[in-house]
């Protein structure tokens, strides 16, 4: 596997009353996109306050960005943008910890440097810590939204603040794979850049009856991942943590299973050949 791109490149960004400009980058940073992503996270709902958010959505081709997003002293919105090789996300996977990693200077202007990621991996999950999510947070709801992840579904939670607890902890407990191909927000004032989990302080329009309520999402039907999860969990069964966690998988199990069928297709037309 390719030694994945190690620079990280970063904007400042505010959204105001006169809309949404950068205000610092690092060299060559791609200044339209990130201004389109904060248009695209929405204008701010009267009345609603956005003190410290998190989200990563795709970047242009290849890339993604780890936004953090805080009110500021002025009134307006400020976006830290990072963005990051595609291939090096998803050696980390969690984009609160990559965000955690570099603290954020609000009051700068013009010129930031690019940054770096140090030449290791983040530290793996340990079964400690996910007992006290589970102990801490709203257990039935932090395991039906994974579970609703896991099969393919979204979850929206309506929020006039700030989640930044619960998604934090649903990343924890998400297989490597999966949450690799996945896109959170704590917090959104829209729809628009179309995470797979978020809280947000007014819910899309559901017309096709997809998405799950609150309460249907703490209800859903309990699967072998969300019961093997919380039995190893509960039990501090590290190991079989491991094995979950790393789990493949649909797409994963499909690109396997297709593999397999060229690789034979081809050693029959090879041994007709040849015999």
Known sequence: MPRPN????????VSDARGVRVVARSEGFDEPEAERIAVLFGSRPPGVACPLAHFACPFARRR????TVADQPDGSLGFRILVLDRHLYEHLGDPFAIADRFSVDWTAKGSLPVLDWPEEVLPPRRVEQLQEILKTGDT??????????????????????????????LWQLLPSRTRIDLWPASFAFSDELGFHAAAMPALPTDPNRVRHSEDNLRDYPQSRYELHLQIAVEAGDQRE?????????????????????????VLAVVFKFVL
């Open 6 to 13: 190690l620079h990280i490149a970063q904007a400042l960004l």
């Open 64 to 67: 993604v960005a780890v936004a």
């Open 140 to 169: 039935s709801l932090l395991l039906g939204s994974t579970q609703v992840l896991v099969d393919g579904g979204r979850v929206l939670l309506k929020r006039d603040a700030p989640d930044e607890a619960f998604f934090r902890g």
């Open 241 to 265: 943590l491991d094995r979950l966690l790393a789990r493949r998988t649909s797409d994963d199990t499909i690109r396997l299973a297709l593999t397999i069928i060229g690789l034979a297709l």
